[in-house]
Nanobody
């Protein structure tokens, strides 16, 4: 059974940093594109960042460009989201997802999802 497990969420003040991690099991991790999405209360899930299986390219939502960095370690079956200069509007549950989609920003193109980790940014 495929499992994606996120960690690293928490409460941070505006301007602070967090690093989210996602551990994958069972997948042939090295051939899957990975993405991070988030969902704030009362809002739809939205794309944050993605990275191709071959680490050839990454993609970011305009709202996080220049502040967030996605990376992966295929040997460890891990994907990370470094979040800097956090803002209150970044508050959401963050989800890790896996799919074979060339690093798509569409949630429907991701087959596997983690359970999410809460990020809360106080002003």
């Amino acid at each position: 059974q495929v499992q994606l497990v996120e960690s690293g969420g928490g409460l941070v003040q505006a301007g602070g940093s967090l690093r989210l991690s996602c551990a994958a099991s069972v997948l042939p991790f090295g051939i899957y594109d990975m993405g991070w999405f988030r969902q704030a209360p009362g809002k739809e899930r939205e794309f944050v960042a993605s990275i191709r299986w071959d680490v050839d390219s990454s993609r970011y939502a305009d709202s996080v460009k220049g502040r967030f960095t996605i990376s992966r370690d295929n040997a460890k079956k891990m994907v990370y989201l470094q979040m800097n200069s956090l803002k209150p509007e970044d508050t959401a549950v963050y989800y890790c997802a896996a799919g074979r989609n060339s690093g798509s920003d569409y949630s429907a193109e991701y087959k596997y999802w983690g359970q999410g980790t809460q990020v809360t940014v106080s002003s």
